[in-house]
């Protein structure tokens, strides 16, 4: 079993930036990050394997950026330019099969609240 833990959640006004990461307790293939805005589901923002190919949600493109320490099992997602849409619970989820394969693993989430 691992154990995914989320840190950098927090309010920022349009056009700011944050930072996520996720630790997880072991090593694992692919890491990622999901968000869940109110009344919608939960969709993929970006992921990562541990040979660094990634995927990225359109809406994301250009704005954010997503790397990982594979030897700090850790992921990070640098959201520039942020807009009140990217408001949402961030999740980090992870699997051991491939970037499109269901997640085995998730986070607690952290909210991210983008407002003027």
């Known amino acids: 079993q691992v154990q995914l833990v989320e840190s950098g959640g927090g309010s920022v006004q349009p056009g700011g930036s944050l930072r996520l990461s996720c630790a997880a307790s072991?090593?694992?293939?692919?890491m990622g990050w999901y968000r869940q805005a109110p009344g919608k589901q939960r969709e993929l923002v970006a992921a990562?394997?541990?040979?660094?190919?990634?995927d990225y949600a359109d809406s994301v493109k250009g704005r954010f950026t997503i790397s990982r320490d594979n030897a700090r099992n850790t992921v990070y997602l640098q959201m520039n330019s942020l807009k009140p849409e990217d408001t949402a619970v961030y999740y980090c989820?992870?699997?051991?099969?491939?970037?499109?394969?269901?997640?085995?693993?998730w986070g607690q989430g952290t909210q991210v609240t983008v407002s003027s």
């Open positions: 989820g992870a699997n051991h099969r491939g970037l499109l394969a269901r997640n085995d693993y």
């Open positions: 990562i394997t541990s040979g660094g190919t990634t």
């Open positions: 072991g090593s694992i293939y692919v």
